[in-house]
Antibody, heavy 122, light 113 residues
Framework: EVQLLESGGGLVQPGGSLRLSCAASGFTFSSYAMSWVRQAPGKGLEWVSTMSGSGGSTYYADSVKGRFTISRDNSKNTLYLQMNSLRAEDTAVYSC???????????????WGQGTLVTVSS | DIVMTQSPDSLAVSLGERATINCKSSQSVLYSSNKKNYLAWYQQKPGQPPKLLIYWASTREFGVPDRFSGSGSGTDFTLTISSLQAEDVAVYYCQQYYSTPQTFGQGTKLEIK
């Protein structure tokens, strides 16, 4: 059974930094692209970033480009999101999601974590 | 960016009746080389992460009840629930994964009439 468990969320001041983690199990982690998707309170889904299984390719939403960095450690089956220069509009539940087909980066998400809440406020 | 627009924003249907949700993309998500539509549907219940229902526009995810079906091609897509059950109350999202940034529709809230 696929399991994705996020951690690292919390309250941070505008301009601050936070690092999210997503611990994965139940599948061959290095074979699948992994993504971060966020959902502001009471709002819809917004894709944030995707990294290929090898870690060699990345995509970012324009809203986070230059501020957020996605990475992964395939030896630890863990995905990360380093978030710098945080803004109030980054407040959201951040979920990691597994790509639905081996090797594909542009792909649907077949498993999601429960998410971790990031609140940016002074 | 491809804009995904769902209609309606909310929908109330009686138990056992058909529910239909539409999703329109601002450009085609049909990839000509493999004839696949890069379109997925998700269901999200309160306090839960989204759950994949349909991918490639019409392929039902394993374990999803067959009352859920997806159809359409190019720019116009539909999610149909053939006989609404109480547990289907949720928000439904479409998503295109044809190009980056991957984008979602705004969501359709489905309730019981």
């Amino acid at each position: 059974e696929v399991q994705l468990l996020e951690s690292g969320g919390g309250l941070v001041q505008p301009g601050g930094s936070l690092r999210l983690s997503c611990a994965a199990s139940g599948f061959t982690f290095s074979s699948y692209a992994m993504s971060w998707v966020r959902q502001a309170p009471g709002k819809g889904l917004e894709w944030v970033s995707t990294m290929s299984g090898s870690g060699g390719s990345t995509y970012y939403a324009d809203s986070v480009k230059g501020r957020f960095t996605i990475s992964r450690d395939n030896s630890k089956n863990t995905l990360y999101l380093q978030m710098n220069s945080l803004r109030a509009e980054d407040t959201a539940v951040y979920s990691c999601a597994k790509g639905g087909e081996m090797g594909a980066m542009l792909v649907y998400f077949d498993s999601w974590g429960q998410g971790t809440l990031v609140t940016v406020s002074s | 960016d491809i804009v995904m627009t769902q209609s309606p924003d909310s929908l109330a249907v009686s138990l056992g009746e058909r529910a239909t949700i539409n999703c329109k993309s601002s450009q085609s998500v049909l990839y000509s080389s493999n004839k696949k539509n890069y379109l997925a549907w998700y269901q999200q219940k309160p306090g839960q992460p989204p759950k994949l229902l349909i991918y490639w526009a019409s392929t039902r995810e394993f374990g999803v009840p067959d009352r859920f079906s997806g159809s359409g091609s190019g720019t116009d897509f539909t999610l149909t629930i053939s006989s609404l059950q109480a547990e289907d109350v949720a928000v439904y999202y479409c998503q295109q994964y044809y190009s980056t940034p991957q984008t979602f529709g705004q969501g359709t809230k489905l309730e019981i009439k």
